[in-house]
Structures are given as C-alpha cells and as structure tokens.
C-alpha cells in the first residue's frame, strides 16, 4: 500500500524508523498541493505535525481541501494534542513515538472505516461537505471559508447552546488569537446571507452565545 507522507514547507523531517520497518510505500509530498499528482496511488495521507504545528494544520486543510477522499491521519508530538482541533480536518492521529504495530492498527482501522454521510441538513439549511455547498430553501449560499464552517457547525448541533468561547474553539481554532467579537461579526453576515425568511433560525441566547434552529 502506498501512503503519501506529507511535510510541511521547510519542515522536512525523516519518516519515523517504526513506520518504516512497515511494508508500505512512503510517498513524499512537500506542502500538500499536489498529492493527487505526487502520490495518485496513495491509499492513505499522513501528515507530520513533529516540526511546525501550524505549518501541519495548514497542509491538513489543504489535503482537505485537495478534491481527494484520502483518510488523514496526523503524526503529531504528545505535546501537540492541546491544539488539535476538529477544525484540522483529520480523520485520525498517531503519536509520533508510537511504535509499529500501533502505526498498522492506525492506518488499517482508516482504510476500513466505511465513509460517513457528509451531508448535514437541519429545517430549510443543508451542508453537503463533499461539495463544500450550503443551500437554504434549495438556494446555494455564497459563504467564504470560516463562513461555511460555522454554519457547518452550528447545523451539526442544531438544539444546543453554543458559547462564542466554543465556537472559536471549534471553529476558529485553538492558535486563532481574536476575541469573541469575531464571532458575533460572522453571526451577523451568515443571518445576512440566510436572508430575512430564514435569518431566524440563528438566535441568540443573550450573555452566552447561539443556538442553531431552536423554536422552529
């Protein structure tokens, strides 16, 4: 099996000796940008987090975002967990002193896992993740990233309370450095674009945050 080993710009490490004493084919990939053409055969993507955190997240989303459906499996330090967020859009991680037999148990759980449905649909909104599409009413919405995270987001807790502080957890991410200010802005423009008949299902619990779809 062939697995592309991605590494972030100017962070070029060896692979780890445990996972080389697999019978795998270790692609290297510089970036990410172009696995697809770097590694076409690949059947798994592992991305090594050891050297630079955030250069790692970055290529993470730009795998992500790459048009691929490659399992992603993040090789990070232990003392990289505490910024590892769902908003990395990995599907797994290994510790990087992990030894052989864990790295196979990994990377063969992903490549069994059946693919989940990547469509989330609450009341008139629907997120097609595979498309990066949301429409309302059956109308596409034109969100930019963070946008269309968001709302993500809030679709897949519809019910719930959501603080600003988790949304700029889960959304923003753990290395984001803005205030909770940032999130009523974007609160706002997604209101705007939902449009006046759909705004609503956006409220607002006052001194806490939003809730997606309540009292509808």
Known sequence: ?????????????????????????????????????????????????RTDLVAARTACLVVHGSGTDWPILLLVPASGLSVVGLDWQIDDFVLEDAGPAEFEARIRFLLQVQPANKTLSVGPVVIDEDAYLATVGGQPLDLTYTEFELLKYLVAHPGRVLTREQLLSEVWGYDYYG?????????????AKLGPEYDAWISTVRNVGYRFGANR
């Open 1 to 49: 099996m062939e697995i592309a080993f991605v590494t972030p710009r100017g962070a070029m490490s060896p692979p780890p000796s445990a996972l080389e004493l697999l019978n795998h084919e270790l692609r290297h990939v510089v970036g990410g940008d172009d696995v697809g053409k770097l590694a076409p055969e690949a059947s798994l993507v592992m991305v090594d987090a």
């Open 179 to 191: 205030g909770a200010r940032t999130v009523d802005v974007h609160i706002r423009r997604l209101r």
